[in-house]
């Protein structure tokens, strides 16, 4: 028995109008919102670079590497890659720091904070797997060279 034949036709226009919301908006939305969580972190160690320093000397205390350039690599990371989520550049690759940072701060960092990772990293994922969307200069990048190809 198929959708239609169980269920209210306003229900079946219902799904079907939403089914046709662009993708791309999302898409959109996934970048700048996961971007600007690790945008605005990486603002906050770039304005008080000293206190995030301490920070990870006495809190986050991530094993192997000093807490200087722990502090250096995270703000550069979050300072980055958060730009090309922005523009829907690189995209794909761009996800992958971001998606070792969000492993990194669940294993060694806040592992109760699970929620935000799961929320963070299947935003990420999804973008990894299925790219940054027509709103994005990847897919301009790939239009112009389907075009001369």
């Known amino acids: 028995m198929t959708a239609e034949a169980w269920a209210p036709r306003w229900f079946v226009s219902a799904r079907e109008w939403l089914g046709r919301f662009p ?4 898409q959109l939305g996934m970048r700048v919102g996961v971007g600007l969580v690790f945008f605005n972190a990486g603002l906050l160690k770039y304005n008080s670079f000293e206190f995030a320093v301490k ?21 550069f990371n979050e300072l980055t890659f958060p730009v ?19 492993s990194v701060i669940q ?6 904070a699970w929620p935000d990772h799961v929320f963070w990293g299947s935003n990420l994922i999804f973008l990894l797997t299925r790219g ?3 709103l994005s200069l990847d897919y301009l990048i790939e239009r112009y ?3 001369r190809g």
């Not at 993708?23 to 999302?26: A, C, D, F, V």
């Open 55 to 75: 920070l990870f000397e006495d809190e986050y205390k991530v094993p192997v590497l000093d807490p200087a350039v722990a502090a250096r690599l995270a703000m």
């Open 107 to 112: 294993i060694f960092v806040y592992p109760n």
């Open 132 to 134: 940054p969307g027509a």
């Open 145 to 147: 060279f389907a075009k």
């Open 23 to 26: 993708l791309s908006i999302l």
């Open 84 to 102: 090309f989520l922005f523009l829907g550049l690189a995209t794909r690759f761009a996800t992958l720091p971001l998606l070792g940072m969000i």
